[in-house]
């Protein structure tokens, strides 16, 4: 099977783009089941009900990551839905870190979890991993692993080889160039990288990034025009096991 994940989405303007490019993407690298990180995917920041409902319209699964608790109302959908998840170590808050998706045929489960060098405050993400691994009774395994050190997403990467399908690096909306099958087994990329304007740093609008590390006075973030750009990640693996059999990252604009 071929799982396509789809890096940190960028707005709303973004989120309709990819999930009208989706189909095409799919027919061309035959995917079978998409996971996208919705959490920067409502203008202003965040995830809304509003820009998580666009997503879905195309994907399976939506994670998320530091921006999850920005919009309140998410929280009722976070309960409510099984297929929008949070960083599984933030604890005991509303929402799931993790779900299983029956296809019938199969079935997959995706993890969430989010590091802890120079992000908020949270549980140890490699302690929930053991304790997340516990409890799934699928070998086809992805964990978006939201992270901002390259160095503590390699460690994840290292320590969940062999007991995972793939770990995905998001967060730094940089793709990165490492894609990788560690130990035989598992998928790796350290960061899958961002859909949004590619003419922006990381999404947003240039000149609002220039004008607050220039001046030191806070900037509203807006969206710039543009051309968008899709970074993901085919990732193949065999159903039986859950070995990953390739992985192969993606830059479209």
């Not at 998410?74 to 509303?94: C, Q």
Request: hydrophobic share 35%.
């Amino acid at each position: 099977m071929n799982i396509l994940f789809v890096g940190d989405v960028v707005g709303q303007r973004s989120a309709e783009h990819l999930v009208k490019s989706l189909p095409q993407i799919k027919r061309r690298y035959e995917i079978g089941f998409t996971v996208v990180n919705g959490e920067n995917s409502a203008d202003g920041n965040g995830i809304t009900p509003f820009s998580a409902n666009i997503l879905l319209e195309s994907a399976d699964v939506i994670t998320t990551g530091n921006h999850c608790f920005r919009r309140r109302e998410m929280n009722e959908l976070y309960e409510e839905s099984s297929v929008i998840i949070r960083p599984a170590n933030f604890g005991d808050t509303v929402g799931r870190g993790y779900t299983i998706f029956d296809m019938g045929r199969t079935r997959i489960a995706v993890v969430n979890l989010i590091g802890m060098a120079y992000m908020e405050s949270c549980d140890n993400p490699f302690g929930w991993a053991d304790r997340i691994l516990g409890e799934i009774d699928t070998p086809n395994i992805i964990v978006d692993f939201h992270a901002e050190a390259t160095s503590e997403k390699k460690a994840m990467g290292y320590y969940l080889a062999g007991r995972v399908s793939a770990v995905i690096g998001t967060h730094t909306h940089v793709q990165t160039a490492d894609e990788q099958i560690i130990d035989g087994h598992t998928g790796y990329i350290t960061d899958v990288g961002y859909t949004g304007v590619s003419d922006s740093v990381l999404g947003i609008d240039k000149n609002v990034i220039i004008a607050r590390l220039t001046t030191y006075y806070p900037q509203k973030h807006t969206y710039p025009e543009g051309d968008i750009m899709i970074n993901a990640a085919v990732i193949s693996i065999d159903e039986k096991n859950g070995k990953c059999t390739g992985i192969q990252r993606l830059y479209i604009v």
